[in-house]
């Protein structure tokens, strides 16, 4: 069975430092791989997406940036994080190729930066 | 623009029927979503429409009517653990999901 994980779950960060947040997927190849953050009343906001190794879409410019070194790995970073970059952040992974749009999700991680 | 409206919050009893809205406006459509996310935690898939009618799931049923841009998740014999957040998502004609707010159910016993 295909499984997603990501972390840390939850870090507090002071502005300017760095950002790592980490996903990787079990049990599949070559999926569809998407960074979401999710802000208090608002709707989930698509970051990034990549549909195949160092293939990056970008959907907001900001400063954040994000890779894929692996099939089945993305890492979302910043080099100088921002207080309005605190947030609750989901990974997420579909199948490749497949219109449905059913995305499956990671733990998510709620960053607070201070 | 794009844009996903459904109600912030909602009300309603234990063992009762509810039913949470969805309004689009998007550049195209390829199917509308709903996921349930607990306080927390990440979304779960729920459901998917693609054709005008009701689609039956358990307790859960989803309806879409695209000519008026609209659905609704309906909830019947409510249970505590229903207590969530119900995300209605489109996507458009380029494959994007494009997510609502979330309409956040609370049950009373």
């Known amino acids: 069975s295909q499984t997603i994980h990501q972390w840390p779950a939850t870090l507090v960060q002071p502005v300017g430092s760095p950002l790592s947040l980490e996903c990787t997927v079990e049990g599949t190849s070559n999926p569809n791989l998407y960074w979401y953050r999710q802000a208090a009343g608002r709707g989930l906001q698509l970051l990034f997406y990549s549909v195949g190794i160092g293939q990056i879409s970008s959907e907001v410019p900001q400063n954040l940036s994000a890779s894929r070194p692996q099939d089945r790995q993305f890492i979302l970073s910043s080099k100088k994080l921002l207080l309005s970059d605190s947030g609750f952040y989901l990974c997420?992974?579909?199948?490749?190729?497949?219109?449905?749009?059913?995305?499956?999700f990671g733990e998510g991680s709620r960053l607070t930066v201070l | 623009g794009q844009n996903i409206d459904q109600p912030t919050e909602m009300t309603a009893t234990e063992g009762a029927i509810v039913q949470i809205n969805c309004t689009y406006q998007?550049?195209?459509?390829?199917?509308l979503f709903w996921y349930q996310q607990h306080a927390g935690e990440a979304p779960t898939f729920l459901s998917y429409?693609?054709l005008d009618g009701l689609e039956e799931k358990g307790r859960f049923s989803s309806f879409l009517s695209r000519s008026k841009g609209y659905s609704y998740l309906l909830l019947k014999e409510l249970q505590m653990k229903d207590s969530a957040s119900y995300l209605c998502?489109?996507?458009?004609?380029?494959?994007?999901?494009?997510w609502g707010a979330g309409t956040k159910l609370i049950i009373k016993p």
């Open positions: 998502a489109v996507m458009d004609s380029n494959y994007q999901l494009i």
């Open positions: 998007t550049s195209g459509f390829n199917g």
């Open positions: 997420a992974w579909g199948v490749a190729g497949e219109d449905t749009g059913e995305l499956f």
């Open positions: 429409n693609v």
